[in-house]
């Protein structure tokens, strides 16, 4: 069926306000890393309050992501990425303006809790807008765009801090925030009769205690894994494995006795959803720490400043840009078992070629690793977020947003931690202990693969549900 100039409107709409979101959170993180030494003497800042304005984003963001998706399942997506987009543009100017350090922190906190509305209504917006054979296509836009903010936010980030200040990097939040908040809220969605469901009204609730218990478990989790590299497993580290198991016990058990669970039983008890998140907590890791221990490489052992450095790993910011679209080709061909499964070994050759670098390695090999990073990375990246949102139901398309969001977030985090690990405990200029760890962690989402759909995937073969028809599907 054709689709009017409404829904198209709505979709084109709904994809521009994605990608322009999923780019803002990306763009946000990295030209903040160039922002911070200069805010750091501008502010008259430490060290551990500095960290701080990227720790205190992180467990807002990590610890309100489920959540912050299940409200969009309820209340719209449209709804809730527009409150999340211009909160995060006004916490942005605010920053921009803060006087002092502390209020640079506190903002940070408060940026980081509506980038936790924003970042799974981006996805969800997708899922309720595009039925599940073409999702792969958005999906892959939407990542292609994460790669070019990825590559292009340090060099953007320093050429502002140069021209104009560290303000500035928050201030080029604002534009765009508000630009596709007024977007968002200027175009509606078509109106279509919402099918009776039968459900009971309890299948719409909030489960705020279970909300609560997530929180706690996952912003335990992120504490321990970002004090790790700084202290080592200190008695306040150690305990953080504790509360993580306690907490996350609890919310199991919440989840198998609430009326209504904040991540429904379809999303708890899909082993293809699991696979998914877990690959996607695997790959994440091994990027992210072997990008850690490359950067120190490239820096401390060969001797480049930090442009040369990254002019050297730019191979993995092109394949990202260039490899997302070819990744929902491949799935659509070959399915996502053995999609992700030749992603993850081809970035899993990617790390092994790095492990192998000494202090006489030439651009060739390093350009060659990272190009294998990037194009096992993206196509896996493409291919399991694709999944894990496809195979939800429609009405908690948000929940799967937000735990794969809370995966991508999780990953970095642990992958970081055990290279800086690792590496404290490596004598000399070896890299190859560290990048070895990590490449077991590409191996093992290899393996997680195996229960993914085949050739046939269930859900493209048997199209829209009749869910896909009511207002959760065009994101109210």
């Given at each position: ?41 501008d ?47 006004a ?29 799974p ?10 039925p ?12 292609s ?73 996952l ?26 198991a ?5 919310f ?36 992210l ?76 090999p ?11 990375f ?35 985090t ?9 590496m ?5 200029a ?6 070895t ?27 829209p ?12």
């Open positions: 069926m054709t689709a009017t100039a409404p829904g198209r409107a709505h979709r084109a709409v709904t994809l521009a306000s994605s990608i322009v979101g999923a780019v803002i959170v990306a763009l946000d993180g990295t030209v903040l890393t160039v922002a911070q030494p200069t805010l750091r003497d502010l008259d800042a430490s060290f551990a309050q500095v960290q701080w304005t990227s720790t205190g984003y992180l467990i807002a963001v990590a610890g309100l992501l489920v959540f912050a998706g299940r409200l969009g399942d309820r209340h719209g997506h449209r709804r809730v990425f527009t409150l999340g987009i211009l909160g995060f543009g916490a942005s100017a605010g920053i921009g303006l803060a006087p002092g350090i502390g209020w640079v922190i506190a903002l940070r906190v408060v940026q980081g809790v509506f980038g936790a509305l924003l970042q209504a981006t996805l969800g917006m997708l899922r309720a807008a595009y599940p054979d073409r999702l792969g296509t958005p999906v892959a836009l939407r990542a765009a994460i790669g070019i903010a990825a590559a292009a936010g340090p060099l953007l980030g320093g050429a502002l801090v140069d021209h104009f200040g560290w303000r500035s990097v928050f201030f080029l939040n604002v534009p765009p925030a508000l630009a596709m908040g007024a977007a968002a809220l200027a175009v509606r969605p078509p109106a279509v009769p919402e099918p009776r469901t039968g459900r009971p009204a309890a299948a719409d609730g909030l489960d705020v205690p279970g909300a609560c218990l997530l929180t706690v478990a912003v335990a989790l992120v504490h321990t894994l970002v004090a790790v590299p700084e202290t080592g497993w200190a008695a306040t580290t150690a305990a953080g494995p504790a509360v993580v306690a907490a996350g016990i609890a199991l058990r919440r989840q198998r006795r609430a009326a209504s669970p904040l991540v429904p039983s379809e999303i708890l008890g899909s082993a293809t959803i699991g696979a998914a998140l877990g690959i996607l907590v695997a790959v994440s890791a091994a990027l720490g072997t990008l850690f221990v490359a950067s120190w490489f490239l820096q401390r052992i060969l001797g480049l400043d930090p442009q040369e450095a990254g002019l050297r790993a730019l191979p993995a910011g092109v394949m990202m840009v260039l490899g997302a679209p070819l990744a929902a080709v491949l799935m659509r061909r070959f399915g996502p078992r053995r999609t992700v499964v030749a992603g993850t070994l081809v970035l899993t050759l990617g790390i092994l070629l790095l492990a192998r670098l000494g202090p006489g390695s030439t651009a060739l390093i350009g060659c690793g990272f190009l294998l990073l990037g194009a096992g993206v196509t896996v990246m493409v291919t399991t977020t694709t999944v894990a949102v496809r195979h939800a139901p429609t009405a908690s398309a948000g929940v799967a947003g937000g735990l794969q969001q809370t995966a991508m977030n999780i990953g970095p642990l992958g970081i931690a055990v290279a800086a690990t690792l404290s405990l490596t004598p000399g070896a890299v190859g202990p560290p990048l760890a990590l490449a077991v962690f590409s191996a093992t989402a290899a393996l997680l693969a195996l229960r993914l759909p085949g050739h046939k995937d269930p859900v493209s073969a048997a199209g549900s009749p869910a896909d028809a009511s207002p959760a599907r065009l994101g109210r």
